[in-house]
């Protein structure tokens, strides 16, 4: 033994190997480079977006009371017909707003990671502004740049708590 060096390098699997160093079959290699595409990367995200949308909304929605006014300005209160037609829309308003911002939101970051040559810790705060201020500048833009500062923060955060 050396002192203070290894007898071996570090181990780095080719990617044509697992990390038990057997082979990856054809199939494998394929479904990886599906996964790591970005175009599934964007689908994927926009998908679980909706359905986050979708479970919000309809949380919003059963908290919310909506107080029906009949037309001659009687409060009235709706059927049941009503509150499920009011579930449902929100439901999915709310699910195409997050599947919009998780979409923007991973396709930026992928175009980012694949522009710069590598994953690290700045492709999330970055592609958090750009989703951001592209979303806020539709109000203005100071709303624009409140929003970069807000998703990029928040996308510091989650990388934070999840690494």
Same mark, same amino acid.
């Given at each position: 033994?050396?002192?203070?060096?290894?007898?071996?390098?570090?181990?780095?699997?080719?990617?044509?190997?697992?990390?038990?160093?057997?082979?990856?079959? $054809?199939?494998? &290699?394929?479904?990886?480079? /599906?996964?790591?595409?970005?175009?599934?990367?964007? *689908?994927?995200? +926009?998908? =679980?977006?909706?359905?986050? $949308?979708?479970? &919000?909304?309809?949380?919003? /929605?059963?908290?919310?009371?909506?107080?029906?006014? *009949?037309?001659? +300005?009687? =409060?009235?209160?709706?059927?049941?017909?009503?509150v499920f037609r009011d579930l449902r829309q929100r439901g999915h308003s709310y699910g195409k707003n997050?599947?919009?911002?998780?979409?923007?939101?991973?396709?930026?970051?992928?175009?980012?990671?694949?522009?710069?040559?590598?994953?690290?810790?700045?492709?999330?705060?970055?592609?958090?502004?750009?989703?951001?201020?592209?979303?806020?500048?539709?109000?203005?833009?100071?709303?624009?740049?409140?929003?970069?500062?807000?998703?990029?923060?928040?996308?510091?955060?989650?990388?934070?708590?999840?690494?």
């Open positions: 033994l050396r002192k203070g060096k290894p007898l071996n390098g570090p181990v780095r699997p080719h990617k044509w190997m697992d990390l038990v160093g057997q082979r990856k079959t $054809g199939q494998e &290699l394929t479904i990886e480079r /599906a996964m790591e595409s970005c175009t599934f990367k964007t *689908g994927i995200s +926009s998908v =679980i977006g909706y359905g986050l $949308g979708i479970v &919000l909304g309809l949380f919003t /929605a059963g908290v919310e009371s909506n107080v029906s006014v *009949g037309p001659d +300005s009687q =409060i009235r209160e709706q059927t049941v017909r009503e997050f599947a919009l911002v998780g979409a923007m939101f991973a396709c930026t970051e992928c175009a980012l990671e694949t522009v710069r040559g590598k994953s690290d810790n700045w492709n999330s705060p970055m592609s958090g502004c750009i989703t951001g201020g592209v979303l806020g500048l539709r109000a203005g833009v100071q709303a624009g740049v409140l929003g970069c500062a807000g998703f990029a923060a928040f996308s510091t955060a989650i990388d934070y708590y999840l690494r």
